[in-house]
């Protein structure tokens, strides 16, 4: 199973920082993402994009949000990157495979 069966993601950016909100499809896969998603993994699936990643969650919204630093090279306007914004990353990060954890 991968993260885009149970969430959709969206993107933002300032600078060299992307976000990325993951919203869990249904309430009750919230608990498993957490433990699923966790820093570790997420910068490690994001591999080389990253400085530092920071998760923040948000289970009023049934999401979490990433904060990656030095994923953008410079930022929108400083970058030769296809994807200054960043916009691919939340594919990225939803076709990530999931673990089995324990809930």
Known sequence: MKLHDLAHGRTGDKGDVSNI????????????????????????????????VTRYDLPQLGAMNFVIRGALKGGVTRSLELDAHGKCLSSVLLDMPLPKVDV
Do not use: F, M, N
């Open 21 to 52: 909100s993951v919203i869990a499809y249904r309430p009750e896969h919230l608990g498993y993402l957490q433990k699923a998603l966790t820093i570790e993994r997420v910068a490690e699936h994001l591999g080389h994009r990253v400085e530092t």
